[in-house]
């Protein structure tokens, strides 16, 4: 005879499953029985419909199945309510009061919400999955969510709480709260506001959840996806303009073209770096656009420059053959069926497998960060490099009066400290994992602090790279009436455009975060750049 373990209301009770024959809705009435007896109350209705799922899988166990035909000995149950089909908690009627639902138990993040952009990301891509037809939710349910989004509609998701597998519980939990019209939502023409008030607002229903849509709802890899998305299009941008920043560097402190030649890259073929060279080249001193700083120095005595300089395109080139993997492994994903179990229509079968489990994402996110770190890294070499006139050959820190004034001093130092918060923020966090969910989840991805630290790192990327920008353009300042090549001009009057040069001291954060607009409006990127 088998035992089991049933979770009630968020508490346990081993219950014997009482011979070969027994059925999983006589099991689920003996574990109520004891929930009920343990705390004392009337058992006013002994035919209250509800559901039992297994932990480990998660799967809807059909309430005429033989216990020892789908359960294990020792296995673990979540008793919930039928009628919603979710992993809810209930209390049966009793004394003539209504029944007590307890929702959503997975509602358990924590932390500051998601910014209403990432929620509408994260509900489109929820929705792409059950469009799929894998997650066996109904017609009617998807409209109603594709409703929501097209009037965005946005639930409050707390940014903390996931592990990763088994998929994103918690955040999508909270998600699918407020299309239930409960806890909080937001939309633009209510603001925060009461879920069910936003939904009626826009002339909406509350989801009726139907058989499977519960589980289909919480269960996916959503949170890290949404997230490591925006995370891969901010590093395809920076990276792009990690090349003009670091060409108008170059210029800044007369650098030579020669290591950017073509048959230097055609002998290690990487593509990012061949790519990164001919960007460089097409930026730089050339026939087409020749430069007047480039030919200043023409003739002097320097061999080679430091590799800051010197090995741009094997630095940032790496960098883009990084993004364009973790490209691939986000754009899986993201048209992926992740959440369990999955119902294949064409073989009449519900099958539970892992698909939700993160560590696809979560890996490629991590490697992410290492990766895209790396443009922070050379660029804060650089900026040393113009701020010390030992090297630069230029006023101590770019400015002029040095006694009175600090200049990039301190700036430089704001570029230092993001470089070494993101040396922490890069160790990996798909290394880690804990048992949870009582050892049935036994092995998890970690991808949603993966996929949040990552995009602290590109965003600290995108800053630095800001400094420098600042930091080479005023160093093109002492040069003058010398000029760069045209394209290089063109993104020194964008900087000019909205940032004086620095003459004395001023509150610099502002300039900072001037450029730093720059560069996320992706203003600076080749593309942009029209001679």
């Not at 919400?113 to 997650?135: C, D, F, H, Q, W």
């Not at 939309?187 to 909406?204: F, I, M, N, Y």
């Amino acid at each position: 005879m088998l035992c089991v373990s049933v979770c009630v209301r968020g508490e346990w009770f081993r219950v014997p499953s009482g011979g070969p024959s027994v059925s999983i809705q006589k099991l689920g009435h003996e574990a109520l029985c004891r929930y009920f007896r343990a705390k004392k109350l009337e058992h006013g209705d002994r035919h209250v419909e509800f559901s039992m799922h297994r932990c480990q899988g998660g799967e809807l166990l059909h309430p005429e199945d033989r216990v020892e035909d789908v359960l294990e000995d020792n296995d673990f149950v979540q008793l919930g309510n039928c009628h919603e089909q979710q992993w809810f908690k209930i209390c049966v009627p009793h004394n003539g009061e209504k029944p007590l639902l307890y929702v959503l138990c997975v509602c358990v993040g924590v932390g500051d919400p998601l910014s209403v952009t990432r929620t509408r990301m994260l509900l489109a891509l929820r929705i792409n999955v059950l469009a799929k037809g894998y997650s066996g939710t109904s017609l009617e349910t998807l409209e109603a969510m594709i409703k929501a989004f097209n009037a965005s509609c946005l639930s409050w998701v707390p940014e903390k709480g996931t592990v990763g597998a088994s998929g994103d519980l918690a955040p999508l939990a909270h998600l699918a709260l407020g299309l239930m019209g409960e806890g909080r939502m937001w939309s633009p023409q209510s603001g925060w506001a009461d879920a069910k008030t936003v939904l009626e607002g826009h002339g909406l229903k509350p989801l009726q959840l139907k058989p499977k849509e519960g589980l289909a709802l919480i269960n996916g890899t959503q949170l890290i996806t949404s997230l490591g998305a925006e995370a891969v299009e901010r590093a395809l941008s920076v990276a792009k303009q990690a090349d003009v920043i670091a060409a108008l560097t170059l210029e800044a402190l007369r650098g030579t073209t020669k290591a950017f030649h073509q048959v230097i890259h055609a002998a290690r073929p990487h593509p990012g770096q061949i790519q990164v060279a001919q960007r460089l080249r097409s930026l730089l001193d050339s026939e087409v656009f020749p430069s007047q700083i480039s030919e200043s120095h023409r003739s002097c005595s320097r061999v080679q420059d430091a590799y800051t300089l010197r090995c741009i395109p094997q630095v940032h080139g790496v960098v883009n053959d990084t993004i364009g993997f973790v490209q691939k492994v986000i754009s899986t994903e993201m048209n992926s069926a992740t959440d369990n179990p999955l119902v294949f229509v064409e073989f009449r079968e519900t099958i539970s497998g892992g698909n939700f489990h993160g560590e696809y994402p979560a890996k490629a996110l991590d490697y992410l960060a290492i990766g895209v770190q790396e443009l922070a890294s050379i660029s804060e070499r650089r900026i040393e490099r113009l701020v010390n006139p030992t090297h630069s050959e230029l006023p101590a820190f770019l400015v002029k009066e040095g006694g009175l004034n600090c200049g990039f001093m301190v700036a430089h130092c704001t570029a230092a400290a993001l470089v070494s918060e993101n040396k922490t923020l890069c160790h990996p966090s798909s290394v880690d994992s804990l048992s949870t969910s009582a050892a049935t989840e036994d092995h998890v991805s970690m991808g949603g602090w993966a996929a949040r630290k990552a995009l602290t790192v590109v965003e600290h990327v995108e800053q630095v790279l800001a400094i420098e920008l600042l930091a080479a353009c005023q160093a093109l300042e002492f040069l003058h009436p010398l000029k760069t090549t045209a394209p290089l001009e063109k993104v020194h009057e964008l900087l000019r455009s909205v940032i004086s040069p620095w003459d004395r001291d001023r509150v610099m954060s502002s300039d900072i975060k001037a450029a730093h607009t720059l560069i996320k409006q992706q203003k600076a990127s080749p593309s942009q750049l029209v001679w």
